[in-house]
């Protein structure tokens, strides 16, 4: 990351998270990242960088990254929302451009609704907003019964986080996971996987009721679906776009700072 970033520690209600912040005295609206699960804030490393004429954050989310002290163990996706706004708080920003990954961007969309002001346009990108069925479940739990075998357990993730065309263009993806991975231990995997997947809630009416200007991206491969009522774009990837195809993303992002 930027040698001039700067690493901070926020107590929030879930604990201690680690921020990383690039200051930028412009008085352009500052940009805020949030990844996904399994990742840190090194997901967003290139957008990161390229952005020169703002302050940018990036978040490690709870039990990831540097994120790791004192962390509750049984937060929910509306204690990130409020996670998300206490960040913005105690970095004294009223208001924010939000940049989400997944579970990023469910956080986001949660945190834009419950404070709209605080946010003046928001990107979602590869966010899941539909509740686990049955069937998701139990192939989590069966996932779960695997994970002993951390290696394989690995291995399938990458499976279903990258599109094959993208692991057969630049193998070196699933290095990109199994770095972050490798620190999270069995059981927050499971936390994490509770909170995120199995637990989250049907969001599609936080979707129809949002007040912020927001554009989606998805990958053609990816297993979330297409986003309603929301100008979504599609490439071509699985469900790590920031990372398989940087360049849409960036534009995506570029767009979103043009309304600023």
């Known amino acids: 990351m930027n040698a001039t970033a700067q690493k901070t520690e926020i107590i929030t209600n879930i604990g201690k998270i680690s921020v990383h912040i690039k200051e930028n005295t412009s008085g352009k609206l500052p940009l805020i990242f949030l990844h996904g699960i399994y990742f840190d804030h090194h997901l967003w490393n290139k957008q990161f960088e390229e952005i020169k004429d703002r302050t940018v954050i990036s978040v490690d989310m709870p039990f990831h990254g540097d994120s790791r002290k004192n962390i509750r163990p049984d937060w929910?996706?509306?204690?990130?929302?409020?996670?998300?706004?206490?960040?913005?708080?105690?970095?004294?920003?009223?208001?924010?451009?939000?940049?989400?990954?997944?579970?990023?961007?469910?956080?986001?969309?949660?945190?834009?609704?419950?404070?709209?002001?605080?946010?003046?346009?928001?990107?979602?990108?590869?966010?899941?907003?539909?509740?686990?069925?049955?069937?998701?479940?139990?192939?989590?739990?069966?996932q779960h019964s695997m994970i002993v075998f951390r290696d394989f357990y690995t291995n399938q993730s990458v499976k279903a986080m990258f599109g094959k065309t993208s692991l057969k263009e630049n193998p070196s993806l699933t290095n990109q996971l199994r770095r972050p991975m490798s620190i999270l231990s069995n059981r927050q995997i499971k936390q994490i996987d509770k909170a995120v997947i199995i637990n989250a809630d049907d969001t599609s009416y936080l979707i129809e009721t949002l007040k912020v200007k927001a554009i989606a991206l998805k990958g053609e491969d990816d297993f979330v679906p297409t986003p309603p009522h929301i100008e979504t774009i599609i490439v071509k990837s699985g469900h790590v776009s920031p990372l398989e195809r940087p360049l849409e993303v960036s534009n995506l992002i570029s767009r979103l700072l043009e309304q600023d």
Not at 103 to 128: D, H, V, Y
């Open 76 to 142: 929910t996706l509306n204690d990130c929302a409020d996670m998300l706004v206490e960040i913005l708080d105690s970095l004294q920003i009223s208001r924010a451009i939000a940049i989400g990954h997944s579970w990023g961007s469910m956080t986001i969309l949660r945190a834009a609704n419950k404070q709209p002001e605080r946010f003046e346009s928001i990107g979602l990108c590869n966010m899941s907003f539909l509740a686990a069925t049955k069937k998701q479940k139990a192939t989590i739990s069966l």
